[in-house]
């Protein structure tokens, strides 16, 4: 309360603010009431200032989000922006990871709504390079978001930050920092208004389709699809450079699929004659111009759930409507939310994507399988973009198994199948199957667990032969349990895996490496 920080107002008008108090407000979450004075009192404004240097990481992360808030009122102007923005820089190498993503989203949220010098624009330039060149998991995602909107918002530092970004993706080894540098070309790309560096990053992101390293193509076969909703701004020689690289990818085993639908649409694209245009589409596009996010609630009523995706493409403020919905308190909402969400994976930024983690992992409990399935397909392409998402997966997994609920457990596997469909390794399966063997041992997980294998047992394949026999060896052991209940599908199971390892000694089917 400002009981806290408010000590007495004395006769002449002055007024006297309690440090001690404010630190309390902000332990305590009481921000609108700090917020409200160091709007108005010059001195509680510096108290707050202050605070950005406590000891307690709770109190510089609250102080962070009062100056979070009065920036998005409106209400940090002048020498208090250029103050706060000084202080919370020196918070983004906080020893506390909460301060320090707080600290970001405090510099991402000024570049969206502030103008600054050309030296606050330079410091701000070396101190995002200096996350994402680090590689921390989601810290680095956050200043790649920030990068993004730095170098669309001051064109005369677009170029320089563009070059350092693609020579960090060719030195740097670490999926982070190449995952991060991509994010931040693609925003950039999304946000400037300059044609020149839209088509700069274009065509740089279209050699990056030659890279050796699979994680890079796939990033970037993303990062072209995002950008090709600006197609009209893209020029024709830089499609076609594009096509002649992804025809390369068509045959890709794991990219074929991804390579093969952005193909399509930067032939699409760069067809010329109106004629040539398919009836559809040209319907199609000309519908999406026709509506605005006023209509986004009647179109969803209507069906036309593509037309809201398209949509969202080319409007925040619609994509920002869309992953609001999967929260709304009206089912089919939700539903239709997830459905437009699966087409626009690849426009998610950092800040959308953390967003709706949590809603996507209460999609995995859910009874209607398709939301199941759905969500936990999202999740895993998300995982693809975002590496920093790590710690939220494995929280995930661990609170839907330890539940122990058939829901839980089902939701769990469908998360850990479509994880290793975009993520394949052999560490990722060796994982898998070492908790599998667990949940079969536990009979409250056993049944749900046995229908899952079912389900994806061309994953047996991915197998080492050695893994393979610890599977059978393990659905043998459980054969006749629960009296007999699963013995039907333990036996089917049983029957596919000595199939395989017949055509594996034939040599008909290739031991995994």
């Not at 700069?200 to 890079?216: K, N, Q, R, S, T």
């Not at 319907?283 to 969202?312: C, F, N, P």
Request: proline share 2%; net charge negative.
């Amino acid at each position: 309360m400002l009981g806290l920080t408010l000590l007495a107002v004395l006769k002449g008008g002055d007024i006297i603010i309690d440090k001690e108090g404010i630190r309390k407000d902000l332990l305590t979450w009481h921000l609108k009431e700090v917020k409200a004075l160091a709007e108005q009192y010059d001195k509680a404004f510096r108290i707050l200032f202050e605070l950005l240097r406590d000891e307690n990481p709770h109190v510089r992360t609250n102080a962070i989000q009062v100056l979070t808030d009065m920036l998005s009122e409106g209400k940090l102007e002048g020498e208090r922006k250029k103050l706060a923005l000084e202080g919370v820089l020196e918070l983004v190498k906080d020893d506390d990871e909460r301060v320090a993503l707080k600290a970001l989203e405090f510099i991402n949220a000024l570049l969206e709504t502030g103008e600054l010098s050309d030296e606050e624009y330079e410091r701000v330039t070396d101190t995002l390079k200096e996350v994402v060149k680090s590689g921390v998991p989601i810290l680095g995602e956050y200043a790649a978001e920030g990068l993004g909107k730095l170098g669309a918002k001051v064109a005369k530092i677009a170029y320089k930050i563009i070059r350092w970004l693609f020579s960090l993706i060719g030195s740097s080894k670490k999926k982070e920092v190449q995952s991060a540098a991509i994010t931040a070309l693609t925003e950039m790309a999304m946000k400037t208004e300059d044609r020149k560096v839209l088509n700069e990053i274009f065509e740089g992101v279209a050699d990056l389709l030659a890279h050796p390293d699979p994680y890079v193509v796939e990033r970037a076969l993303y990062s072209i699809e995002r950008m090709l909703s600006r197609e009209k701004e893209i020029s024709t020689r830089n499609k076609l450079k594009a096509i002649t690289r992804i025809k390369e990818l068509k045959g890709d085993v794991k990219l074929g699929l991804k390579a093969s639908q952005v193909l399509e649409k930067l032939e699409k694209s760069t067809v010329t004659k109106e004629e040539l245009i398919s009836e559809t589409d040209a319907k199609k596009r000309m519908e999406i111009t026709q509506y605005s996010i006023d209509d986004v609630e009647r179109l969803l009523d209507a069906g036309k759930t593509e037309i809201v995706a398209e949509m969202a493409k080319l409007d925040p403020d619609v994509m920002d409507k869309v992953l609001s919905m999967l929260e709304s308190e009206d089912y089919s909402r939700r539903l239709d939310a997830l459905w437009i969400v699966t087409r626009l994976t690849s426009h998610l930024t950092p800040s959308d994507a953390y967003r709706i983690l949590p809603v996507l992992g209460d999609f995995l409990k859910s009874k209607n399988p398709w939301a199941r399935e759905t969500a936990a397909k999202v999740l895993a392409d998300i995982y693809a973009l975002y590496p920093g998402t790590s710690k939220f997966f494995t929280s995930l997994l661990d609170t839907l198994l330890k539940s122990g609920k058939e829901r839980d457990v089902e939701g769990a596997i469908e998360l850990m199948a479509r994880l290793s469909d975009r993520i394949s390794s052999k560490e990722m399966l060796s994982g898998m199957l070492k908790l599998i063997l667990k949940l079969l041992d536990d009979k409250r997980t056993r049944g749900v667990t046995l229908r899952a294998i079912a389900r994806e047992a061309q994953k047996i394949l991915d197998l080492d032969t050695e893994d393979i026999f610890i599977l059978q060896d393990k659905l043998k052991e459980v054969y006749g349990t629960d009296g007999g209940k699963y013995d039907e599908i333990i036996a089917g199971l049983i029957d596919v895996i000595d199939d395989i390892l017949k055509m594996r000694r034939q040599g008909i089917v290739p031991t995994s490496s």
